[in-house]
């Protein structure tokens, strides 16, 4: 599984962001995507997952009610909607896939990962 995220960058407080993360290679399609962030001296945190279906979706708490995860069959693509964005949020955001749902979302629970893309929120 090859993931390819963008869409990072310098936003103020209160701002919003959008991150895409395209799919490609075997099997894919079977994998639930995601997101995790990672900042420096913080534990690397699973914030989003979605499954293809969009049926089951997962959030953190510390960004439920926030941020929106959705799934775009046609283009292979997940998508994180980021709003109401707190300086707490500035991390590097890393797409991520999960072959099976995890028992827990504490760790690092995927079995493949991107390369991240930067978001930084100003206060």
């Known amino acids: 599984v090859q993931l390819q995220a963008s869409g990072g960058g310098l936003v103020q407080a209160g701002g919003s962001l959008r991150l895409s993360c395209a799919a490609s290679?075997?099997?894919?399609?079977?994998?639930?995507l995601g997101w995790f962030r990672q900042a420096p001296d913080k534990e690397r945190e699973n914030v989003a997952a979605i499954t293809w279906s969009g049926r089951s979706i997962y959030y953190s708490d510390s960004v439920k009610g926030r941020f929106t995860i959705s799934v775009n069959n046609a283009k292979n693509t997940v998508y994180l909607q980021m709003n109401t964005l707190k300086p707490e949020d500035t991390a590097a955001y890393y797409c991520a896939a999960w072959r099976f749902w995890p028992t827990s979302w504490r760790g690092e629970t995927y079995d493949y990962w991107g390369q991240g893309t930067q978001v930084t929120v100003s206060s």
């Open positions: 290679g075997r099997a894919f399609s079977t994998y639930i």
